[in-house]
C-alpha cells in the first residue's frame, strides 16, 4: 500500500542507480512488454507469427537480428491443432520441443491472466508470449461501459502489460485494422480506440504494397526501440527481408511526424 504519499527518487540518485538493459526477444525490433502487430484480414499474420516463434524458440535470426532462445507460448485463438501442425510441415522439419501452442483459452479478467501466470511457473523458460488475436481474448459483452472505449481499451492492454513487466517477458498481441485509412498516421487504422496504441509499449503495422501484392512493409515504432520500417516479400509462407530504413533515413522520405514516436 502506497498510503497518502508519493514514492518518490531524486534525479541524482536515478542517474547512479543501475538498471538491467532492456531484455530483447529480436534484438533492436522485439523488446519486453506488450507489443500488438496490426494488419488487413488474411494478410499473413499468422503465418508471420508461427515462423518468429520458431525462429526464437530455436534461437536463429529474425531477419538477420540475433533472438533470445527462449521458450514461446503461442495462443493461437483462432485456429485448430490441424492447421498449426500443416502450417508447420511447411515451414520446419525440426519442430521444437519449447515451442508450445493452445487453441482455447480464458479472457482477459475471466481467469486468463491466472492461465498464463500459471504456464510461466511451469514453464520459466518462456520469454515469449503470442497472442493470436486481441479479440479473441476480450470479454467485450461484460464490459462495463463507465470508462468509455479508450479506458476499457486502455484496461485491457495493461492487465498484460502488469504481466509483461512483472515477468520480464514480451507478449505480442495480433490485431486487426479498420478500412478507412488515415494519411497522417497509418497507426490510426488500428481497430480500436487510440488506449489500445497509448497502452503497449511497441506497434507494427503491416500492409501490402497492393491487395494482390506479394510484397509488404513494416512500420515499427516504440518506447524502447528505433522507428523503423522494414520491406518485406512472401516468398514459401515466409516473410523475407528485402530492405530496412530506420528514422533518419526516412525523415527524407516525407514520413509523417505522428508516426516518430509512440505514447511517451
Request: hydrophobic share 35%.
Given at each position: ?117 500459471t504456464f510461466l511457473k511451469k514453464y520459466p523458460n518462456t520469454k515469449f508470449v503470442i497472442i493470436d488475436t486481441l479479440q479473441k481474448i476480450r470479454n467485450t459483452k461484460a464490459a462495463s461501459g463507465k470508462n468509455g472505449m479508450y479506458g476499457d481499451d486502455y484496461d ?109
Amino acid at each position: 500500500m502506497l498510503g497518502n504519499e508519493l514514492v518518490t527518487i531524486d534525479a541524482e540518485t536515478l542517474m547512479a542507480t543501475p538498471f538491467e538493459k532492456t531484455m530483447f526477444i529480436v534484438e533492436g525490433l522485439i523488446p519486453q512488454g506488450v507489443g500488438i502487430l496490426c494488419g488487413s484480414s488474411k494478410i499473413g499474420k499468422s503465418w508471420l507469427m508461427l515462423w518468429l516463434g520458431l525462429q526464437v524458440a530455436q534461437g536463429n535470426p529474425v531477419w538477420d537480428s540475433p533472438t533470445l532462445a527462449c521458450d514461446v507460448l503461442y495462443l493461437c485463438l483462432e485456429d485448430t491443432y490441424n492447421r498449426i501442425q500443416n502450417r508447420l510441415y511447411y515451414l520446419t522439419e525440426e519442430a521444437p520441443e519449447n515451442l508450445r501452442f493452445a487453441v482455447i483459452s480464458e479472457q482477459l479478467g475471466g481467469g486468463l491472466e491466472e492461465q498464463i501466470t500459471t504456464f510461466l511457473k511451469k514453464y520459466p523458460n518462456t520469454k515469449f508470449v503470442i497472442i493470436d488475436t486481441l479479440q479473441k481474448i476480450r470479454n467485450t459483452k461484460a464490459a462495463s461501459g463507465k470508462n468509455g472505449m479508450y479506458g476499457d481499451d486502455y484496461d485491457d492492454i495493461c492487465a498484460l502489460k502488469s504481466i509483461a513487466d512483472e515477468k520480464n517477458i514480451s507478449i505480442m498481441l495480433v490485431h486487426h485494422l479498420r478500412k478507412t485509412k488515415d494519411s497522417d498516421d497509418p497507426f490510426n487504422q488500428i481497430s480500436g480506440s487510440t488506449g489500445i496504441t497509448g497502452a503497449v509499449d511497441t506497434a507494427y503495422l503491416l500492409k501490402r504494397t497492393t491487395a494482390t501484392s506479394d510484397t509488404a512493409t513494416l512500420t515499427a515504432k516504440g518506447r524502447d526501440i528505433e522507428m523503423q520500417q522494414l520491406k518485406l516479400r512472401f516468398e514459401e509462407r515466409v516473410w523475407e527481408l528485402t530492405e530496412k530504413k530506420y528514422e533518419e533515413e526516412m525523415k527524407n522520405e516525407a514520413i509523417p511526424a505522428s508516426l516518430v514516436r509512440l505514447g511517451g
